[in-house]
């Protein structure tokens, strides 16, 4: 595996270190050996062929593989230094740190308010409620559409109005770092294209990692990329994921140090 | 997955060779014609400018058309920046080419008063004309060593060059002054030449490494 070189001279703390992390899913191995860091307010999109394990990878940070029957989580990941796997870690307190919009938007089938309060008030929240909403609905760029209708069924909305308020509800709980499983693969271009200007938005105050099947989407709104390619064991035929390449995105679209990354990205395979 | 716009690039690279062997063929001919005093041989290089001038506008926008529809990237996206700024030099060298013919249109290089440089004008025609040929062989093949190869050969065309001005100063008689402003300025032509075909050999490296140094 190659890694992106830091010209910068100075150490930054990654948000998420991930050290030799296999990922089973019953007796398969979904993953092999995986290093990478995660670094804080930028944007790291997961690439690579259907198959590869992109969502597992993604999964893996904030415990959501928990949640397969069967899967099972070997090496390290550690947030801001912490492993999150560590005996007594409770999952639920990681995903109050780690919110996630997934690809198909889903709403409850509650008011946009309700969808929006929903998190902070399971957590107790002391503060002004009113207020908590209108913030997370301005900062997900939705505010100005749906503050008439606040009571209105989240479901009336269209899908890229659905997609964000899923959004201001994974941020009204002020999570450090959003997890994106291709949010925007179900939406119109022009509701896509809502999302990648809110996620250069948001990067100012948030670390976001996502896994997109669009290369050019990755290629346009993130800051580093992973590729991530599917091995094949020839005897057994069983399949897993590992990670070929780590970079800049700027450098893995354009000089990418791996063949395997270079016949991807340019499409010659995939 | 991408099969046919990939056919399309490596038509476009074919047309990028295509550009160089006319661009090459002009050099030589403008060099012939220089040797040989041969005005219908220079005429012919004036007119085949307009080819070299067709293709590259061509070229040109097929390579935009390929940044435009088809978003290349990596090895794909090189080639297509790499060639945008091939075909510039190529012009360019055919231009440069098209001067010297021009010229050799208005002057005979024969007379008695320049005899002295003659030799000299020859081995320099004919070293930017080798030069470029091998940058040509060098995109051709994307060959990183052949393109490294070119500075040294153009160090050679550059001492040609210096030593053509010195001799052209020490020209005698007023009949020589002007074929020697004349030749002064075909070999500043002839010395822009070798420049573009060092630049080729750039944009190979470019391509081979992904190094943007070698755009520069």
């Given amino acids: 595996m190659t890694t992106s070189d830091d010209t910068q001279g100075f150490v930054e703390r990654p948000v998420f270190s991930v050290r030799d992390l296999n990922v089973y899913y019953g007796s398969n191995l979904a993953l092999r050996g995986i290093n990478l860091d995660i670094r804080p307010r930028r944007i790291t999109a997961i690439i690579g062929p259907s198959g590869c394990g992109k969502s597992t ?5 904030n415990r959501m593989n928990e949640l397969i029957p069967g899967a099972r989580v070997e090496g390290q990941v550690l947030y801001h230094g912490e492993d999150i796997y560590a005996p007594g870690v409770d999952p639920v307190v990681v995903r109050r740190h780690i919110g996630m919009v997934f690809q198909r938007p889903n709403p409850f089938p509650k008011s946009i308010y309700d969808n ?7 957590n107790g929240y002391k503060g002004d409620m009113d207020e908590l909403v209108e913030r997370s609905l301005r900062r997900a760029a939705l505010w100005d559409e749906v503050k ?3 009571k209105k069924s989240a479901l009336d909305l269209s899908g890229g109005q659905q997609q964000r308020l899923c959004i201001a509800r994974a941020i009204a709980v002020e999570p450090d770092v959003i997890l994106m499983d291709e949010p925007a693969s179900a939406l119109d271009p022009i509701a896509t294209t809502r999302i990648e200007d809110l996620m250069q938005e948001l990067k100012e105050d948030y670390s976001i990692v996502i896994v997109t099947h669009n290369m050019q989407q990755a290629a346009r709104i993130s800051d580093e990329t992973a590729f991530l390619y599917t091995e094949v064991d020839e005897t057994t035929s ?3 994921g590992i990670l070929v390449e780590f970079g800049e995105t700027a450098q893995i679209f354009t000089r990418p140090k791996d063949k395997r ?6 499409g010659r395979f995939g | 997955m991408r099969e046919s716009f990939h056919r399309q690039l490596e038509i476009l690279d ?9 661009v090459e063929r002009s050099t030589e001919l403008a060099t012939n014609a220089l040797i040989e005093g041969n005005k219908e041989l220079a005429r012919r290089v004036r007119e085949g400018d307009d080819d070299i001038d067709r293709l590259f506008l061509d070229i040109e926008k097929r390579a935009l058309a390929m940044l435009a529809q088809q978003a290349p990237v990596a090895r794909d996206l090189r080639l297509i920046v790499a060639i945008l700024r091939v075909v510039t030099d190529l012009e360019r060298a055919g231009d440069l080419a098209f001067n010297i013919a021009e010229l050799v249109e208005v002057e005979d290089f024969r007379a008695s008063t320049i005899k ?3 030799s000299l004008v020859a081995d320099l025609g004919r070293t930017a004309t080798r030069l470029l040929g091998m940058a040509i062989d060098a995109w051709t093949a994307k060959d990183e060593t052949l393109a490294s190869a070119l500075a040294q050969e153009d160090d050679r065309l550059d001492d040609l060059h210096a030593e053509l001005l010195g001799r052209l100063v020490e020209l005698k008689g007023e009949d020589a002054l002007g074929p020697a402003i004349r030749l002064a300025m075909i070999g500043r032509y002839f010395e822009r030449i070798g420049d573009h075909a060092v630049n080729l050999g750039e944009r190979v490296r470019y391509f081979v490494t992904g190094d943007e140094e070698h755009l520069g």
């Fill in chain 1, 116 to 122: 929006v309060a929903f998190g902070a008030r399971i």
């Fill in chain 2, 116 to 118: 002295p440089v003659r």
């Fill in chain 1, 148 to 150: 008439n209708k606040l």
């Fill in chain 1, 238 to 240: 069983a399949r897993w």
């Fill in chain 1, 261 to 266: 990354t270079e016949d991807y990205v340019s």
């Fill in chain 1, 57 to 61: 990878l993604l999964r893996c940070f």
């Fill in chain 2, 14 to 22: 074919q047309d990028v060779v295509r550009l160089g062997a006319l």
